[in-house]
């Protein structure tokens, strides 16, 4: 975790928040289920609270303090749109995503509800999308949770991603339209299931044919980088394809802090009201 990530996609991981909550077959082996009690064994302060949900508001200006350019996975170890996460705390993660615009930001939810809300009161303030340099990703494991691809469109975004991971099964005609990119991985860990190579190549060719950029992360198998990443002799290396949108003027600048300072003060005034997430 940090400015120097395994994780074969990004660069370095940002978690502002901690812990999360199993919702569907995807999170049935969840890797930072597993490491938050080592974590807080090893006396870490975030992971004081276990995995249950928590916010930090020591992190969010961590990626300011990074000068050089990364992609930023943020919350490896949560999720932003999380039934408990308040939309104060969400606007100041994006507050500092904007500020730190250098960076390219990839964020992944189970949860596109929210983030649907969160768009819209974005776009509201703004009077623009989320920028090209905020990524907006959803997490897709079996055929019961494509819908979340449909929740995904809806975002009011430049640049859409799905993680196909871990992938459990084939799934049957997907729909990509407005998508930019395809992360596709088999589960790692001690209780990992299988991945089919039938699987893996009907996806890519479906993302081939509706032209989506395809990263394969890995086979998996007890520890993720096992099975390698190579298939019929191929590795898998795009990402997508990026107009980068830069404050070009102090002024804008200024315009887009004060926009998410109102928008602030309008969520705590009304609290957003999300519909039940559960099964999503």
Known sequence: MGD????????????PTTGCTKISQGCKNCYAA???????????KKYKNNFEFTQHESELGLPLKWK?????????????FHEEAEMSFIEKCFMTMISADWHNYQILTKRPQKMVEFSRL???????PIPPYIWMGVSVENNDTL?????????????????????LEKLDCVNL???????????????????EEEW???LIKQCKKQQVRVFFKQWGGPRPKSGGRVIRGKTYDQFP????????????????????LLLQKETISKPLKVSSLINI
Not at 4 to 15: L, R, V, Y
Not at 35 to 40: I, V
């Open 4 to 15: 120097n990530s395994a994780i074969e996609w990004t660069n370095a991981t940002w978690n």
């Open 34 to 44: 597993r490491l938050s009690p080592k974590l807080k064994r090893w006396g870490i």
């Open 68 to 80: 050089n350019s990364k992609k930023i996975f943020v919350n490896s170890m949560s999720d932003l």
């Open 122 to 128: 974005f776009y509201k303030f703004f009077g623009f």
């Open 147 to 167: 819908l979340r691809i449909d929740h995904l469109r809806k975002v009011k975004c430049h640049t859409r991603f799905i993680s196909f991971e871990p992938l």
């Open 177 to 195: 339209k407005n998508i930019d990119w395809a992360i596709i991985g088999g589960e790692s860990g001690p209780n990992y299931r299988n991945i």
């Open 200 to 202: 893996i190549l009907d």
């Open 241 to 260: 394809k990026l107009n980068s949108l830069k404050v070009a003027h102090q002024k804008k600048f200024e315009k887009l802090k004060e926009g998410l």
